[in-house]
């Protein structure tokens, strides 16, 4: 195969760069993809290809690596109670296990979360090859709305849970609660569930943090129509064609989705 010595020209409007395509296609993380062309194993039209962000049109472009043709993986959508001590990511410096240590033996392209729980949150992570579609659900235009079960460290009084519903601004940054109630209490501690409509980094335990209390555990119950449910520690499973519907994932209630799942 002859290497491109210069660019081409003008790139049609739907081009993106070849590493992103190869992430598109989920063969490999853009980060990973972007190691393979450098390294001079990706062709495309026959030819290495040695600029990662060299544009190309996903659908007409033919793409090889290490000589075997690439072509689109069928779309994956997957939910997985991921558990506490997991980092959301494909490696990690530090060497700390990742979530992808529960997809281990199993046959699936490669798969990015959608969106992250930090290393102390456990519960509802969405995984997928599809980017369109994590998109839409990270887009804060989409309204999705998150819902967390959070223990607190106090047994909460209405002023504190009238401080918590005011949210905070912390570093400069405002952050909000779309609504936050009281699940449960003991004599020590208490549950509460809080419901957000955007992702800010660490945003419900820099709120709670604010209050002056602190968080002991935080759990994702629901993303959208999505319910965890009695989905155990660790376990994924694949989501339906009918719970991938984006109109399900922008306000369907709980329990209008267990409904719709039982039926």
């Known amino acids: 195969m002859k290497p491109f010595r210069t660019r081409p020209g003008p790139a049609p409007t739907d081009a993106v760069s070849l590493a992103r395509t190869l992430s598109k296609l989920g063969y490999c993380s853009r980060s990973q993809a972007e190691k393979l062309v450098r390294e001079g194993r990706v062709a495309v039209d026959g030819r290495i290809v040695r600029h990662p962000d060299l544009r190309v049109d996903p659908r007409r472009a033919r793409l090889q690596v290490d000589g075997a043709p690439v072509s689109a993986a069928r779309r994956v959508y997957l939910m997985l109670n991921k558990p506490r001590g997991l980092v959301t990511t494909a490696s990690d410096p530090e060497g700390r296990q990742t979530v992808y240590s529960c997809l281990g033996g199993l046959d699936l392209p490669h798969l990015a979360p959608v969106g992250r729980l930090d290393m102390a949150s456990e519960g509802l992570l969405l995984m997928s090859n599809d980017?369109?579609?994590?998109?839409?659900?990270?887009?804060?235009?989409?309204?999705?709305?998150?819902?967390?079960?959070?223990?607190?460290?106090?047994?909460?009084?209405?002023?504190?849970?009238?401080?918590?519903?005011?949210?905070?601004?912390?570093?400069?940054?405002?952050?909000?609660?779309?609504?936050?109630?009281?699940?449960?209490?003991?004599?020590?501690?208490?549950?509460?569930?809080?419901?957000?409509?955007?992702?800010?980094?660490?945003?419900?335990?820099?709120?709670?943090?604010?209050?002056?209390?602190?968080?002991?555990?935080?759990?994702?119950?629901?993303?959208?129509?999505?319910?965890?449910g009695p989905l155990p520690k660790g376990a994924l499973r694949e989501l339906d064609p009918e719970e991938t519907a984006l109109p399900l994932l922008g306000g369907a209630s709980p329990a209008n989705a267990a409904a719709r799942r039982a039926g």
């Open 131 to 228: 980017t369109r579609w994590a998109q839409r659900i990270l887009d804060p235009a989409s309204g999705v709305e998150k819902t967390y079960h959070v223990q607190i460290d106090r047994v909460p009084d209405p002023p504190f849970m009238a401080r918590l519903r005011q949210g905070a601004v912390d570093d400069g940054e405002a952050l909000s609660l779309k609504s936050a109630a009281l699940l449960r209490e003991g004599d020590r501690n208490a549950w509460l569930e809080m419901v957000i409509d955007e992702g800010r980094n660490r945003q419900i335990r820099r709120i709670v943090e604010a209050t002056g209390a602190q968080v002991l555990r935080l759990v994702r119950v629901r993303i959208g129509g999505l319910v965890l």
